[in-house]
C-alpha cells in the first residue's frame, strides 16, 4: 500500500499521507488540503466517505458485520459480561477486574441521588410528553445542580462525573417512565445490581415489594449492552461535536439524546414497533407495506431496516432476534406482532429492491419486541436505547476530549446570491 494519495488539480499535483488503522482501514490525510490547494476543501453529506477522528473504542465492519468494544467481540460481551463491566470497558479501555467493578459500583451508588430541585423541573412537563424530550431536557438540568462537572481536566474530575452520570441517568429514566404513568417517583434500592435496580426504579409500585424477574435482568442486561457503543453515530457525533466546544459532558449528552431521538437513529426501534402495529391492524398484509417502501413516491420506509455502515445483517439484530423467541417463550407471550416481524424480514431479505440495496434489519428491527414483552411502553423504547448508549457516548467525549481534538467546524461551498448593492425599503 503506498504512503500517499496524489490529487491533481487544474494540472498540479497534490500529495496527502495516506494513514492506516490497526483493522487495516485506510484513509486519506487531507488536514493539509484548503491551504496546499489554494482553498478547494471537499464535501460529502452526511459525511458517508468522510471520518471525523481516529478512535480506539469500537471497531464495526459493515461488509462483515463485525462489532467489537475495545477488540472484544459483540457476540462474546453480550453473552458473558454484563452491562456494568461493559461499560467499564468502553470508558476506561480494560475490562475490570472484581475489585475494580465493585468499587465502580459502589461509587456510582454514592452519587445516584438526584437534587430534589429536577422533580419541579419534571413537574412542569405535560404528561403528555415524549419521554425523549424531558430526559434530554433534565440531563442538561444536571449540570446547574453539579457545576464541578463542567470542567474535567483531571483524570479525578473525569471520574467523578463519570459516576455522577452513570449514577444520576438511570433515575431520570425512570422517573420520565413514572411521570407519564403517574406512578411516585423513587430510588429503588442500592443493595440490588445495576440492572435490577433500573428495572425497580421502573417498575416498583408504592403498594408492594417489586418481585425481580431474572429472565427480564438477563434481557435487559444484554440490550444495554448492545446498544452500548457503535464508533461515529450520529447521536455519538453529536456528543462530540459539542464536547468540542468544551462544553460540559451533561450539556453534551443531552445533545446526543436529541439526535437520538430522530425515527432515522434511535427513534426508529418505536417506529418499527408503530409500524407492525399498522400492518397488524391493517390485516398482516405485508407485501402492501414493501411496496410502500419501494415507492419512491411513498415517504414511507421499512423501519427497522437498512444502515449507514452495516452492508450485511447487523450482529446485534441477530443477537436480540434469538433474545426476542427466548424472553416471549419464557415469559409464555404469544406475540403476533413478532410473527409479522419475522414474515417482513425473510420477505425483504429476498426482494430484489433490498436485495441490491443490502438492507437488512438492524439493531432497532427486534429491540421493541422484547421491550413490550417486558411492559415497557413504546414511547420509552427510545430512551431505553439512550440509557444501553450512555456509556458509548462518555467514552467518545472523554476520548475527544483526551486527544485535545479541536472544535468542529466544518466548511461549506456556498451557492447563494453574490454581492449585491443594499435597497432602502421605498425601492424594494
Ligand atoms: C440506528 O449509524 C449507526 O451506527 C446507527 C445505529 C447506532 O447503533 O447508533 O446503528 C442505530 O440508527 C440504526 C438505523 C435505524 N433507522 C432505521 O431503521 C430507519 C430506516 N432506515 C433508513 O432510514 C436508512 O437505512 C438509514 C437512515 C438507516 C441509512 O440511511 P443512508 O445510509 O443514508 O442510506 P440511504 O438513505 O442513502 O439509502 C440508500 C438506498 C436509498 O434508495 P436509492 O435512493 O438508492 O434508490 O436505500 C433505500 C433508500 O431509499 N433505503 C430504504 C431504507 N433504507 C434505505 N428503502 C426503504 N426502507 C428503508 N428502511
Known amino acids: 500500500m503506498s504512503k500517499t494519495a496524489t490529487l491533481e488539480i487544474n494540472g498540479q499535483k497534490h500529495e496527502f499521507p495516506l494513514i492506516t488503522g490497526t483493522e487495516n482501514e485506510v484513509a486519506i490525510d487531507i488536514k493539509t488540503l484548503r491551504g496546499a490547494t489554494g482553498g478547494v476543501t471537499t464535501i460529502d453529506p452526511g459525511y458517508k466517505n468522510t471520518g471525523s477522528c481516529e478512535s480506539g473504542i469500537t471497531f464495526l465492519n459493515g461488509e462483515e458485520g463485525i462489532l467489537r468494544y475495545r477488540g472484544y467481540a459483540i457476540e462474546d460481551l453480550a453473552d458473558k459480561a454484563d452491562f456494568l463491566e461493559v461499560a467499564y470497558l468502553l470508558i476506561f479501555g480494560e475490562l475490570p477486574t472484581k475489585v475494580e467493578l465493585e468499587k465502580f459500583h459502589a461509587d456510582i451508588k454514592e452519587e445516584s441521588v438526584v437534587d430534589d430541585d429536577i422533580k419541579k423541573i419534571l ?49 431520570l429514566v425512570a422517573w420520565a417512565m413514572r411521570k407519564k404513568s403517574g406512578l411516585p417517583l423513587n430510588y429503588g ?62 450539556a453534551s449528552l443531552s445533545a446526543g439524546i436529541s439526535a437520538l ?28 407495506f414493501m411496496a410502500k417502501a419501494k415507492d419512491k413516491a411513498d415517504p414511507f420506509r421499512l423501519m427497522g431496516f437498512g444502515h449507514r455502515v452495516y452492508k450485511n445483517f447487523d450482529p446485534r439484530a441477530k443477537i436480540i432476534k434469538v433474545a426476542a423467541d427466548e424472553v416471549l417463550s419464557d415469559l409464555g407471550i404469544e406475540d403476533p406482532v413478532l410473527d409479522i416481524a419475522k414474515g417482513l424480514a425473510s420477505e425483504a431479505l429476498s426482494d430484489e429492491y433490498f436485495v441490491k440495496r443490502k438492507l437488512y434489519p438492524n439493531v432497532d428491527f427486534y429491540s421493541g419486541i422484547i421491550y413490550r414483552a417486558m411492559g415497557i411502553p413504546v414511547e420509552m423504547f427510545t430512551v431505553m436505547f439512550a440509557l444501553g448508549r450512555l456509556p458509548g457516548w462518555i467514552a467518545q467525549w472523554k476520548e475527544m476530549r483526551a486527544r485535545k481534538e479541536p472544535i468542529g467546524r466544518p466548511r461549506q461551498i456556498y451557492i447563494g446570491e453574490n454581492h449585491r448593492e443594499f435597497k432602502t425599503i421605498d425601492n424594494r
Open 123 to 171: 413537574d412542569a412537563f405535560p404528561k403528555a410528553a415524549h419521554p425523549m424530550g424531558v430526559l434530554s431536557s433534565l440531563t442538561s438540568a444536571l449540570t446547574a445542580f453539579n457545576p464541578s462537572s463542567v470542567n474535567v481536566d483531571s483524570e479525578e474530575d473525569m471520574y467523578k462525573t463519570v459516576v455522577k452520570i452513570m449514577g444520576k441517568f438511570p433515575v
Open 189 to 250: 434500592d442500592d443493595s440490588l445490581g445495576y440492572v435490577e435496580n433500573i428495572l425497580k426504579m421502573m417498575f416498583g409500585k408504592p403498594n408492594g415489594e417489586y418481585t425481580q424477574n431474572k429472565i427480564l435482568v438477563n434481557a435487559l442486561d444484554k440490550l444495554l449492552i448492545l446498544h452500548a457503543d457503535h464508533e461515529q453515530n450520529c447521536s455519538t457525533s453529536t456528543v462530540r461535536i459539542v464536547g468540542s466546544s468544551h462544553a460540559g459532558l451533561f
Open 261 to 288: 431521538w430522530g425515527p432515522l437513529h434511535g427513534g426508529a426501534n418505536q417506529a418499527v414497533l408503530e409500524m407492525l402495529e399498522a400492518i397488524k391492524e391493517d390485516g398482516g398484509d405485508t407485501k402492501k
